[in-house]
């Protein structure tokens, strides 16, 4: 079978997987169950989750490999990647404006879903067996569902996050990068893989704790990098913000039509693509956050959760936003141009011929850090399916395909990674679905105890899961 035929197959497998029938419902209605069980926890506890996530950074103490704030930017640097740049613009391409509106809603009630996802993966946390912490839906899918069904949910979900890797989290990001600095600096793109490879494995040698401390190191600087350029830009065309604003809801509900090559678009493109893309770039409900989050230095799960509910609100209403509004308010969105270069086109247009060296810049730093944060994901799905002895080979194949993706036509891989990306939030969905009056009880009886977050607990995470769960039960 040649790869034009491969990829039709896979592109129309994406095509029903990611349809109005399959993963949408279940993305949207599984985060509205979850918020209206919760109370719209997402909403009443973002600012002490911010606090403790951004100002406090971790619980002295407490059990884990790294610091829930170490947690945080693991996670960030697997979801701000490609999605935040070229993710947005697909999205605004194919399904106009009123798709930012639709990643905004994805990104809301997405926050429910990874608060409750990543509650699990501390919940349900192990050691393996060089005793470092491993967690996740391939954990805590058959710790929670006691029975064939769960174990079946979690070697699923588990082979579908290693494929994943080594698309969405590897050779979808190398390629980028490299022909992002192929055509702004000409480097050639072999050169560009390999110094990616390099740099892959030479981080990858020291485990999450080597992962933990270069995230925390350069995520945030990447993130307040690309955000103040996009500041700056929304600055300079002000003006053009409401009518910006008032497009993104209007077409959200009616579809719109441009001339220069944009494709159409009705009500229904514009929510498939804006919740497709939203969860290519922010991954709540994938469960892949709960992989990161287990590893987490943390005294009760709910303060893990609440800190990893940060991240999307940093990914999906904060830098989502700042490209989106870029590209739209800029007039790049009907330009004709995809991906990548549709945000380079809105770059330049607002800051001159060199704007779109900012996109590059921010390209390889969003990338890289993805490629870092799924090869965590990968190994620890490794680690489920085959044992400690299987995550030195996982290791030393992803830093190979790193330089493979950045040298290869990838339209195969791009639906590949879509397919991926959708099988394993499957089964992670139906978990957090049957899960979801566990996590209710015990959050509530947790928040009960320590609203604010300010408290510092005595009891280790395990003893006051038990004691706050037979405090729910009364």
């Excluded at 050169?191 to 990616?196: E, P, S, T, Y």
């Excluded at 944009?262 to 893309?277: D, E, K």
């Excluded at 680690?383 to 195969?412: D, K, N, Q, S």
């Excluded at 320590?450 to 405090?471: I, K, Y």
């Amino acid at each position: 079978m040649d790869s034009e035929r491969l990829a039709t197959i896979l592109g129309d497998i994406s095509g029903v997987v990611w349809g109005p029938f399959v993963l949408i419902p279940l993305l949207l209605g599984t985060g509205m169950y979850l918020t209206i069980r919760l109370g719209g926890l997402q909403f009443r506890k973002l600012g002490a989750a911010l606090r403790l996530a951004l100002v406090k950074r971790k619980d002295e103490g407490a059990d884990g490999d790294i610091s829930h704030y170490q947690a945080l930017t693991t996670a960030l640097a697997a979801t701000v990647g490609v999605g935040n740049i070229a993710g947005v613009a697909t999205a605004i391409h194919l399904g106009g404006p009123g798709a930012l509106f639709w990643m905004w809603v994805t990104g809301l009630l997405g926050m429910a879903s990874k608060y409750s996802e990543a509650f699990m993966g501390v919940r349900f946390r192990t050691k393996d067996a060089r005793g470092d912490v491993s967690g996740g839906p391939q954990y805590y899918l058959a710790r929670a569902i006691p029975n064939r069904f769960g174990l079946v949910l979690s070697l699923v979900f588990a082979v579908f996050a290693v494929l994943a890797s080594f698309g969405i989290g590897n050779m979808t990001q190398s390629n980028t990068v490299a022909t992002s600095v192929e055509e702004s600096f000409g480097v050639p793109v072999w050169i560009v893989g390999l110094v990616l490879a390099v740099a892959t494995g030479a981080v990858l040698i020291g485990g999450i704790r080597s992962i933990g401390k270069v995230t925390a190191g350069f995520v945030p600087l990447m993130i307040v990098l690309y955000v103040v350029a996009s500041l700056v830009l929304l600055v300079m065309n002000v003006a053009d913000i409401p009518q910006a604003l008032a497009l993104i809801f209007t077409d959200a509900f009616t579809g719109t039509a441009a001339a220069g090559g944009f494709l159409g678009s009705t009500m229904i493109l514009a929510i498939q693509y804006g919740v497709a893309r939203g969860i290519f770039s922010n991954e709540s409900g994938m469960g892949s956050a709960a992989i990161a989050a287990a590893a987490a230095q943390t005294r009760h799960p709910v303060r893990q959760g609440l800190v990893s509910m940060t991240q999307t609100f940093i990914d999906t209403l904060i830098v989502v936003s700042m490209t989106g509004l870029v590209i739209i308010t800029t007039g790049a969105w009907s330009s004709g141009v995809e991906g990548a270069g549709m945000t380079a086109e809105a770059f330049n247009i607002g800051l001159g011929p060199w704007g779109h060296y900012i996109v590059t810049i921010s390209v390889i730093f969003f990338a890289f850090s993805t490629v870092l944060g799924w090869a965590y994901y990968g190994e620890r799905c490794i680690e489920r399916l085959a044992g400690i002895r299987g995550v030195l080979p996982y290791r030393i194949l992803f830093t190979l395909v790193v330089f493979v993706g950045a040298t290869t036509e990838l339209t195969v891989v791009w639906n590949f990674s879509d397919v991926m990306n959708g099988l394993m939030a499957l089964p992670n969905l139906v978990g957090l679905v049957i899960c979801a009056g566990l996590i209710t009880r015990e959050t509530k009886a947790y928040l009960a105890h320590d609203p604010s977050l300010l408290e510092e607990p005595s009891v280790s995470t395990l003893e006051g899961t038990a004691a706050l769960e037979r405090l729910a039960r009364r």
